[in-house]
């Protein structure tokens, strides 16, 4: 950790009480990411009002965050309080994204995929298995759904491989 505070027109406080405070309450920012981080703190007064600003250099990211109050030690926890959610937010961000990638591709929820099948109820002609061979070569299809006239049972016939007609009994 790297760490680093800068003072502006600060009068009447004790700025090494100040700075301990400060580094002892960043120290605690330490935990919320595993690669070194550099802290830069700005601590200015303006009148009765204190201001810090924190500005944070990570491996990937910059955060800064701002507070003010009336006292300095109020300014200072504010700030940090900011910081520390923006820690958490991006800590989270990457484990989530770390979970996801070493999961087994049936576990990560996926959109439901556009509807590819369509489905539409049909009605087949009753044929005998030599007018299903002839209306199969007439229409040029690759299937031919009907109804076997003498059996009256559901037919499928297509053409195999070594292009033969086979017929399936459904």
Known sequence: MKFSVD??????????????YTKKKIKGLERYSKKELIFHVVISQQKENFFSEIIINGDNHTLQSKANATDIKLAIDQCIDKAKRQLVKIKEKVSDHKKIQHLPEALIEKAPPEKAIRKRKVSPPFLSIDQAKEELSAKKVSFLLFIDSETEEKCLLHPTKDKRLEILIL
């Open 7 to 20: 003072f502006r027109d600060i009068k009447g406080i004790d700025i090494h009480k100040i700075e301990d």
